[in-house]
C-alpha cells in the first residue's frame, strides 16, 4: 500500500525515465541474446564421413595438412591463429616461400607456430583456442586423436585437383564456407574455375595436337631429376595432351600420380615436347648430361620448357597459368594472344588477392624455355 502511494506521488520525469531505463534494459539483453543466437553450432559432415560439431560462424581458425591453401582462397587469412612451422620456416621453400597463398600473405609466417606437418603440438593449439581446424590429408583415426587432444572439433577437408578429384576440392570450399559463413566466395571461385576452363576448352575446340609430351622434375616427398613423372597429370588432362607417361605401366603405389619412369621407358617413348618441373631442375640438368637423355628429340630439337612447380594438389592459381603456358607451346595458333606473365597474374589476384607471377618467376626461374642455365631449386 505504501509502495503505490509512494509511486503515485513521484514526478512524472522520474517515473518516465524510470521506463526509459527498463525499455533499454530490455533491448540490451535481447541484443544480447540475438548476438548469442547468432553464433550457435551445428553438425557437419566432413571429407572422411566423419560428423562434427562446429560452432558457426567459426572465427578462431588454423589450417593444417595443407588446409591452410584453402583458408586464404576463401578469404580467411585473417581469422587464423597459429601456423605449422613449414609456413613459418623463410628457409624451406615449400613452406615459407614459393606457394603462392603465403607469398600473398606475409603475415601468416608471425603466427605462433603450432608443430610441424609430421608432428602437431596439441598443447599450442590448445592456448590458441582455435574454433575448428582444419585438416588437408591425414586418416580419419589421427583427426579423431587430435580432436580427443584438444577439445576442438577436427574437419577433414581435401584439395582435390582440377580434374577427376575437382569435386573434393570444391566439397571441401563448401564445407569451409558453411562453417565460416563465406558461401559467397565458395561459389566465386567454383564460377571462376568454370569460366576460366570453358574458354580454355572453347580454345583447343576444333584444333588438334598430336604432339607427345612429357613432365618430368615433378617432386613427390624428394625432388626428382628428369624421370620424375606423373600419370593423369592435372595440366596435360585439361588440354587433352598426349602424355606418354599415360601409356606407362606404374608402379603400384602412386603418390597422386607421381612415380619414377625407368629411363629405358622414356628413351623409347621419346617424347617431341618435355616440361621440366623447377623443383628438380638442377636434377634434371644433371641428367642431361647423360648421351641417352641427350639424345631425345625433345633435347636435340631444343623443344623443352620450365614450369612453376604447384603442391598441395589443386593450387588451382599456379595449375591455371600452367595449363595456359602449357598451351602455347601444344597449341600456338589457339594461344598465340595469350601473354603468360599478365594471364598467370590475373589468376593469382583472383585467387590469393596478389600479383605474384614476378616473384614466382624469381624464384623458380619464368615459364620459358628450358636451358643449360641452372635456376635455383631450393
Request: net charge neutral; aromatic share 8%.
Amino acid at each position: 500500500m505504501h509502495l503505490l502511494t509512494d509511486i503515485t506521488m513521484m514526478p512524472l520525469r522520474i517515473i518516465a525515465r524510470c521506463v526509459v531505463v527498463g525499455l533499454l534494459i530490455i533491448l540490451t539483453n535481447s541484443f544480447a541474446g540475438a548476438a548469442t543466437d547468432h553464433r550457435g553450432s551445428r553438425t557437419v559432415t566432413d571429407l572422411a564421413g566423419r560428423h562434427v560439431e562446429v560452432p558457426v560462424p567459426a572465427q578462431r581458425l588454423v589450417g593444417i595438412h595443407s588446409a591452410l591453401s584453402m583458408l586464404c582462397y576463401l578469404n580467411l587469412a585473417s581469422q587464423v591463429v597459429g601456423v605449422e612451422q613449414e609456413e613459418k620456416d623463410p628457409r624451406q621453400w615449400l613452406g615459407g616461400s614459393g606457394r603462392s597463398y603465403r607469398l600473398a600473405h606475409p603475415q601468416l609466417g608471425e603466427l605462433p607456430g603450432i608443430g610441424s606437418r609430421r608432428q602437431i603440438d596439441a598443447e599450442a593449439l590448445v592456448t590458441l583456442q582455435p574454433d575448428v581446424i582444419f585438416m588437408g590429408w591425414g586418416t580419419p583415426q589421427a583427426a579423431d586423436r587430435l580432436q580427443q587432444q584438444t577439445g576442438v572439433p577436427v574437419v577433414m577437408v581435401h584439395n582435390g585437383n582440377l580434374t577427376s578429384q575437382r569435386h573434393r576440392f570444391e566439397q571441401s570450399l563448401n564445407l569451409i564456407a558453411t562453417i565460416c559463413e563465406r558461401r559467397e566466395r565458395a561459389e566465386q571461385i567454383k564460377a571462376f574455375i568454370d569460366a576460366s576452363l570453358d574458354d580454355l576448352h572453347q580454345r583447343i575446340k576444333g584444333h588438334t595436337s598430336s604432339t607427345t609430351c612429357y613432365i618430368g622434375g615433378l617432386n613427390f616427398r624428394v625432388a626428382h631429376g628428369l624421370l620424375g613423372t606423373s600419370r593423369d597429370y592435372p595440366p596435360f588432362v585439361l588440354l587433352n595432351a598426349h602424355n606418354i607417361a599415360d601409356a606407362i605401366t606404374p608402379p603400384k603405389n602412386l603418390i597422386k600420380g607421381r612415380f619414377s619412369m625407368a629411363a629405358e621407358s622414356l628413351i623409347k617413348a621419346d617424347p617431341e615436347v618435355i616440361f621440366i618441373c623447377a623443383s628438380g631442375a638442377s636434377l634434371v640438368h644433371n641428367d642431361l648430361n647423360h648421351p641417352a637423355f641427350a639424345a631425345l628429340s625433345a633435347v636435340r630439337n631444343q623443344r623443352l620448357y620450365r614450369i612453376i612447380p604447384h603442391y598441395y594438389a589443386a593450387s588451382p592459381d599456379t595449375v591455371l597459368a600452367e595449363t595456359h603456358y602449357m598451351a602455347t607451346i601444344l597449341y600456338p595458333e589457339a594461344f598465340a594472344d595469350v601473354d603468360i606473365a599478365a594471364t598467370a597474374d590475373r589468376f593469382y589476384r583472383f585467387f590469393v588477392g596478389a600479383p605474384l607471377y614476378r616473384e614466382m618467376a624469381e624464384l623458380f626461374g619464368p615459364f620459358a624455355p628450358f636451358t643449360a642455365e641452372a635456376r635455383p631449386s631450393s
